[in-house]
């Protein structure tokens, strides 16, 4: 997947070679966790961490209590210490995936690397349209709007040109103003905000690229081109099935109210739009399902980002 992204950064045209290189020192630097940290079976630590913490079978109050109280001298023990950055910051077990801006670390719990989102048995244009999008999108969160801020050790600084970051600002206005036109069924008319959603949306954009392009490159590399079967009784390409499963791992609906409420205060897009809008930036997408120019699937004005 990193090699992938290194390939888009480097056929970024608007980019400056110094940033571009910086950017790819960056993608090298970027640490990965899966699953779960090495801690979690040393048995020692974990006595050490826990110890002020004790189990009432028969008042799980008292457990509560317990667990917090334990919580806050831990806390408490770590002040004045050398600060220690550990990019998990949530259990293993949450269905999520998320990248750390102070590591630079993409974290993929365990609990996402099941059921749809990846299977080791399953074809790989599934478990690449399903978790490898999700890798690339975290990949992509260290060059948005934030992650552009944060250079490789994970300090706050200034490491690309100016010319790049306004070329950069120039850039994403397109997917703001894209992405505030979506209007949402079952609001009374109310739209998207773009510059809410931002973020999410470049991540979600170059993700789906980063992980085609990745899939193409496995294609090629160690299967000599060779496509993969088809899944029995579908007509359709593992290019297809490709974007198929990029989208159905994440299909949702919701109440009316809290769809309201989700427009206002979420920086994820409601899924109702979220994967048209991503698709209709797509040319990968387009030409696998021949959509026509001009069609919905296909406009002719797309936004681009890193390319």
Same mark, same amino acid.
């Given at each position: 997947?990193? &090699?992938?992204? $290194? &390939? ?9 070679? @110094? =940033? ?22 040393? #048995? ?10 004790? /189990? ?20 408490? %023990? ?15 077990? /949450?269905?999520?995936?998320? +990248?750390?801006? #102070?590591?630079?670390? !993409?974290? !993929? ?35 948005? !709007?934030?992650?552009? *801020?944060?250079? *490789?050790?994970?300090?706050? %600084?200034?490491?690309?040109? %100016?010319?790049?970051?306004? $070329? @950069?600002?120039? $850039? ?14 079952? =609001? ?47 007509? +359709? ?22 769809? $309201?409420?989700? /427009? ?8 109702? !739009? ?26 002719? #004005? &797309? ?5």
């Amino acid at each position: 997947m990193k &090699k992938s992204f $290194k &390939k888009i950064i480097d056929a970024t045209i608007w980019m400056s070679n @110094f =940033t571009k290189r910086a950017s790819k020192e960056k993608i090298d630097k970027m640490g990965v966790e899966v699953g779960y940290p090495e801690e979690i079976y040393n #048995d020692a630590l974990l006595n050490s961490v826990h110890k002020q913490f004790s /189990i009432t079978p028969e008042s799980p109050f008292t457990t509560a209590v317990s667990m917090s109280k334990a919580e806050m001298v831990r806390e408490a %023990q770590l002040l004045r210490e050398p600060v220690f950055k550990d990019p998990w910051k949530e259990s293993p077990l /949450i269905v999520n995936a998320r +990248y750390s801006l #102070d590591t630079n670390t !993409i974290i !993929i719990h365990s609990g996402i690397l099941q059921g749809n989102m990846y299977s080791h048995g399953s074809p790989k244009y599934m478990n690449y349209g399903a978790i490898g999008v999700i890798i690339g999108h975290e990949i992509t969160h260290g060059f948005d !709007i934030r992650g552009r *801020k944060f250079d *490789k050790e994970g300090r706050k %600084q200034a490491w690309w040109l %100016q010319r790049d970051v306004d $070329k @950069f600002e120039t $850039k994403t206005q397109c997917f703001i103003d894209m992405w505030s036109n979506f209007t949402i069924p079952g =609001t009374g008319g109310m739209k998207n905000n773009g510059e809410l959603t931002l973020n999410e949306v470049l991540s979600d954009h170059e993700g789906a690229r980063i992980s085609y392009k990745a899939y193409r490159r496995m294609i090629e590399k160690q299967q000599n081109g060779k496509e993969e079967k088809r899944l029995p009784g579908l007509p +359709y390409t593992p290019n297809q099935l490709f974007f198929i499963n990029l989208v159905q791992p994440m299909c949702t609906n919701i109440r009316n109210d809290m769809k $309201k409420f989700w /427009i206002q205060n979420m920086v994820h897009p409601l899924s109702s !739009i979220r994967f048209v809008g991503l698709l209709q930036n797509n040319e990968e997408f387009a030409d696998t399902w021949n959509c026509p120019v001009g069609s919905r699937m296909n406009p002719a #004005d &797309k936004c681009t980002l890193y390319q």
